[in-house]
């Protein structure tokens, strides 16, 4: 188990590479980790459920959470539970064929003018409601030498002005092959704007340092798309961590999941987009959880995400109100929950 928090240097605590190497993982760790705190866990169904999907967790993202509190709502989204274990019948593992339908390792194309380009399986926190939980393990990233083969293809395909990289989290990789995927994307002729998804401001807010920031900044038009889901999550290194890109030039978008018993309640809901406007975050989307095996316990109801738009558009205003959808398989793009 990792050390003591209280017995790290700040110099450490602050070192993106010191959170990383100190990464709670595996079953074992984690029921060390619980005892440690009074928390008496069922060992046989959280194995079970660490064996099915990954876990692990930075020190940053877990000295978040109220240990005394089993709902609260950081420990949902980064310790697993029982009920992942509970394969439900019309969900799929994969329901947006993305690894089906990879042509190319690391690609996924589903609309004409942008592509998907998974560059790393690695996260920081494998949260527990991830639309990949189930692919992680079998995913052809693009990673490493075959980084050619995605580039390649998306030279090849001129309608697609648009390449959103994500993963995994692309911001784990080492910056000088980040700074050289970017380099080659930007160098496409057709390819105008690049988005990166990533959680790193939420759980490894560390990781955005001088150096990734100032690398980044030479790769616009670029945008940051995060996922911060509660406000106790926006913290001032986090939204540190944001600032200093916004400052760059970086736009910084967010679009939260919807997660049942953590975000569904409107009182959270809006300070939470308050708070992301006040920051120069743009509160972007709100996702209707997917229908994913393993995280059936996470899902609200669609009407539930609907009501909450039109009582949040009551009483925020339009920069401040994201718009509630889902990602429906086979559509052809993103579903108003309204």
């Not at 017995?7 to 602050?14: A, H, K, M, Q």
């Not at 993305?98 to 399986?121: I, K, M, N, Y």
């Not at 949260?127 to 980084?147: I, Q, S, V």
Request: hydrophobic letters at 40%; proline letters at 8%; one cysteine or more.
């Amino acid at each position: 188990s990792p050390p003591p928090w209280k017995l790290v240097s700040p110099e450490d605590w602050n070192d993106w590479r010191w959170q990383l190497r100190h990464r709670l993982h595996g079953a074992e760790a984690l029921f060390s980790f619980l005892e440690e705190r009074g928390i008496h866990a069922n060992t046989s169904a959280l194995s079970e459920a660490i064996s099915r999907y990954r876990f692990s967790a930075v020190p940053y993202y877990l000295s978040l959470v109220n240990w005394a509190d089993p709902d609260d709502p950081v420990r949902r989204q980064c310790i697993p539970d029982s009920r992942e274990r509970v394969d439900v019948l019309d969900l799929s593992a994969d329901p947006f064929k993305e690894v089906a339908s990879r042509q190319t390792p690391g690609v996924v194309h589903r609309f004409s003018d942008r592509v998907l380009l998974l560059a790393t399986t690695d996260c920081a926190v494998y949260c527990r409601h991830c639309t990949r939980k189930n692919t992680l393990d079998e995913a052809l990233c693009a990673a490493g030498p075959r980084f050619d083969a995605a580039i390649d293809y998306i030279e090849g395909r001129t309608e697609v002005r648009e390449v959103l990289i994500s993963g995994g989290d692309p911001l784990l990789l080492p910056t000088p092959q980040l700074d050289a995927l970017l380099g080659r994307l930007l160098a496409i002729p057709h390819v105008e704007v690049l988005r990166i998804g990533t959680r790193v401001p939420v759980v490894l807010p560390m990781r955005v340092n001088v150096e990734l920031v100032a690398m980044l900044r030479r790769h616009r038009p670029l945008w940051i798309n995060t996922q911060f889901n509660h406000p106790r999550e926006l913290t001032q290194t986090a939204l540190a961590a944001c600032s200093s890109l916004t400052e760059a030039g970086i736009p910084v978008s967010n679009q939260s999941v919807l997660l049942k018993g953590i975000n569904d309640r409107v009182s959270v809901m809006r300070e939470l987009c308050a708070e992301l406007q006040r920051n120069l975050i743009r509160p972007y989307y709100v996702f209707q959880c997917d229908p994913i095996r393993g995280i059936s316990h996470f899902r609200t109801e669609p009407s539930v995400g609907g009501a909450l738009e039109r009582e949040l558009r009551a009483g925020l205003g339009g920069l401040c109100l994201p718009r509630f959808v889902a990602d429906v398989p086979g559509a052809p793009g993103k579903t108003p929950l309204t």
